[in-house]
């Protein structure tokens, strides 16, 4: 049996500001090459989840481990997850004017190998190979990084930085909020793409929809509700949470 | 010296014998009341010496200017304009004029080394206070395209100069130090564009000043002719000086019916400079009449740009770029000045701030009552790098026409926590993240200079900066 690549244990995180608990106590691990999805409601924390793996200086890990192939992951600044094999598509990606893409993923590419100098020309011949992987004009490299981009254009973005960044383990977050079923489906197609060719690469998928899951199939599907995983399953426990929605997850309201 | 009697102000003598107060000779009020900006080296004696020898017209214009600076105060901080720059930082008191005829005449390498490699279509070199060397592209000057020094161009082409120089754009009544300038300029640069007229290339001027506690008053006078197009960097350098080294400029632009002009002023002085300069351009007709002002080095810098707009169709771009550091002091006071009805003018000005540094942005849209449809729009965006920079953003309009579409906005904020997250979580260390924030601050500003070559240049100006 291999070992978890990511495995979390009672992991607890508190908004950094007021120190509301929006983690309380979360179990999880995943084994290299599989592809997992958080699925919940809105408010159950699974965006938090993502941040707090990924660092966001928002949240405060109060409680429990988060090792990262074996590192204690919560030891890290952003950057050193990064370079560690960690990624994460955000849910809402940021707008930064005047950085083009070809310019911020070089420095990204270059930031993984410090000591050695980029090969432009290389670089450049990945991005465009990246890019025609992903169906993406060569032109898209040359705009500023999310700036006036559509939701679609967002996504794909994040997506092409995936594919230069060859994580270890992808965490996408709600990489399907806002985006109708053709851009979906190029996202998705996408991922899956970058998953033929390095199919360890272990994917944590964090939905509030099983739709995407149409598309990138799960190897097992958590239920998350209050700050922890309440349930775990096959496939098949995402087609019943659509039919039956995640009314019995909720807490009653004296409980809040 | 003026100390001890600041306030007190002297009147011209026509002025004084108004209403029964011409008794009071001048000669004893000046025993008396010292004239505020003249000093040691400063004074009529000096203006002058620096009018003598000049064609009449001229030196009527200069010692005129004298007058206008004798007349006008200096300004204080109760003056809005004038609120958050103490005159006294530009040390008037602590330097010596710096006469053209000093120095061995030689060129020094660090002043040389400014242009070389630069494509020009013409390569002006003052140092100190002479114009050291000027060459211009002989197909150019064949066409009738002049690249002179100003007080040459006086005596060899006055039709082009006298209508020009310190008339409508700058006159001495500008302000102070444009009076100032008017009085005692000597490295001018006067470039002439005939009808019609395209150069390719940008005009290349570098100012170097080698030596400190000196004074310099450098001038430019564009004129470019109806559908003529040229591009201007005016560009300042120096060592880092542990005395003050005082630079009062004054640039004039005229864009004659459908020219376009680009004019770039790239202020990189050393430690201890201070820069003070008085701008405007005219756009007439449909002219095409772009600006972009860089603040990087020296100690204090004081601009005062106004864009007037004389012509329907005529448009203005005025950026602006500044980077301050360490007590670094810069003051821009903009003003765009639409006269006449379908005129265009945008401005974008943009700084960033580290350590203790402090800047100000002042600017004003003026539309007169006959300007309807007018575009104009004005912003401006701070970035503190540190929690001891000040930025005072001061954006304003004033609209008597009804039919127009103007704008204006200002910001001053710091590196976003979100924009860093993004970035790191992308493997970047934070300092590498924050240069990139910053670099692309400044890129949007970079991205409208329609003059790739010097884009490059200023962005590799940013990069020394950055941290």
């Known amino acids: 049996m291999s070992e978890p690549i990511l495995k979390i244990s009672n992991l607890h995180a508190v908004v950094a500001e007021d120190g509301t608990e929006i983690l309380r106590g979360v179990d999880l691990g995943l084994k290299p090459g599989e592809i997992h999805a958080i699925m919940g ?36 600044e952003p950057d050193e997850r990064s370079r560690q094999g960690l990624f994460l598509a955000f849910q809402y990606p940021v707008e930064i004017p005047g950085v083009s893409i070809a310019n911020f993923l070089r420095t990204a590419v270059q930031s993984k190998n410090p000591d050695e100098e980029l090969d432009i020309f290389e670089f450049q011949e990945k991005l465009l190979d990246r890019m025609q992987l992903l169906g993406m004009d060569p032109s898209f490299a040359e705009r500023s990084v999310n700036d006036g981009f559509s939701g679609g254009e967002k996504k794909r973005n994040e997506i092409l930085q995936l594919a230069m960044l060859e994580p270890d383990l992808a965490i996408l977050d709600e990489t399907d909020s806002g985006l109708d079923i053709d851009a979906l489906k190029i996202v998705a197609e996408g991922v899956n793409r970058i998953r033929e060719e390095r199919p360890e690469m272990t994917v944590l998928l964090i ?7 149409n598309y990138i199939r799960p190897d097992v599907v958590h239920v998350m509700a209050n700050g922890r995983i309440v349930r775990s399953g096959g496939p098949e426990l995402a087609l019943e949470l659509e039919e039956k929605g995640y009314e019995e997850f909720r807490e009653p309201a004296a409980a809040v | 010296m003026f100390a001890g009697v600041r306030g007190v102000r002297i009147r011209r003598v026509s002025d004084a014998g108004g209403a029964g107060g011409g008794a009071i000779p001048l000669v004893e009020a000046r025993m008396t009341v010292t004239i505020e900006g003249v000093t040691a080296a400063i004074h009529r004696g000096a203006a002058e010496a620096r009018a003598a020898g000049a064609p009449d017209w001229l030196r009527e214009r200069r010692l005129r200017a004298w007058e206008v600076y004798e007349e006008t105060p200096l300004p204080t901080t109760s003056l809005e304009e004038w609120r958050y720059t103490d005159v006294s930082k530009l040390c008037l008191d602590d330097v010596a004029l710096l006469e053209p005829g000093a120095g061995s005449g030689e060129i020094p390498a660090e002043a040389r080394a400014i242009l070389e490699g630069k494509a020009a279509a013409g390569r002006v070199l003052q140092v ?27 005596v060899a082409h006055r039709e082009l100069v006298e209508p020009y120089l310190a008339t409508r754009a700058v006159p001495a009544e500008f302000g102070k130090f444009a009076a100032l300038n008017g009085a005692l300029w000597t490295a001018g640069v006067f470039v002439y564009v005939p009808r019609g007229v395209r150069i390719e290339e940008p005009i290349r001027v570098a100012r170097w000043v080698g030596e400190p506690g000196v004074a310099i008053f450098p001038r430019t006078l564009i004129v470019a002719d109806e559908g003529s197009h040229v591009a201007y960097v005016d560009e300042f350098a120096s060592p880092d000086f542990g005395r003050p080294v005082l630079s009062c400029g004054a640039v004039e632009v005229f864009a004659r019916t459908g020219a376009q002009v680009q004019y770039v002023a790239l202020q990189r002085w050393g430690k201890g400079v201070r820069h003070v300069s008085a701008q405007r351009t005219i756009a007439e007709r449909d002219a095409d009449l772009d600006t972009l002002v860089v603040n990087l080095g020296g100690s204090v810098a004081r601009v005062d740009l106004e864009a007037r707009l004389e012509g329907p169709g005529a448009r203005s771009d005025m950026l602006g770029l500044y980077f301050a550091r360490e007590d670094q002091h810069f003051d821009h006071n903009t003003r765009q000045d639409h006269v006449v009805p ?54 304003n309009l004033e609209i008597e026409a009804n039919d127009v579409r103007c704008s204006h906005g200002a910001t001053v904020g710091h590196l976003e926590d979100e924009e860093l997250f993004y970035l790191m979580s992308r493997g970047l260390p934070r300092p590498v993240a924050e240069r990139l924030v910053i670099f692309g601050f400044f890129g949007e500003v970079l991205e409208r200079l329609p003059l790739p070559g010097v884009v490059e240049e200023l962005r590799a100006a940013i990069e020394a900066q950055l941290r």
């Open chain 2, 128 to 154: 100190g206070a002479r114009i050291a060397s000027v060459e211009v592209d002989p197909t150019l000057a064949a066409k009738g395209v002049v690249v002179m020094d100003l007080a040459e161009a006086a």
């Open chain 1, 41 to 76: 409601p809105n408010g159950s924390g699974k965006s938090t989840l993502a941040k707090v793996l990924m660092g966001h200086p928002g949240y405060e890990a109060t409680d429990g481990e988060v090792y990262f192939k074996g590192e204690d992951l919560l030891e890290l």
């Open chain 2, 342 to 395: 379908h005129a265009n003018s945008d401005l974008l000005y943009k700084g960033a701030l580290y350590d203790r540094a402090n800047t100000v942005f002042r600017g004003l849209i003026k539309v007169y009552p006959k300007a309807q449809r007018t575009d104009a729009y004005q912003t401006n965006r701070n970035l503190l790098l540190s929690p001891d920079a000040q930025a005072v953003s001061l954006p």
């Open chain 1, 207 to 213: 939905t509030h929809y099983q739709r995407l899951l």
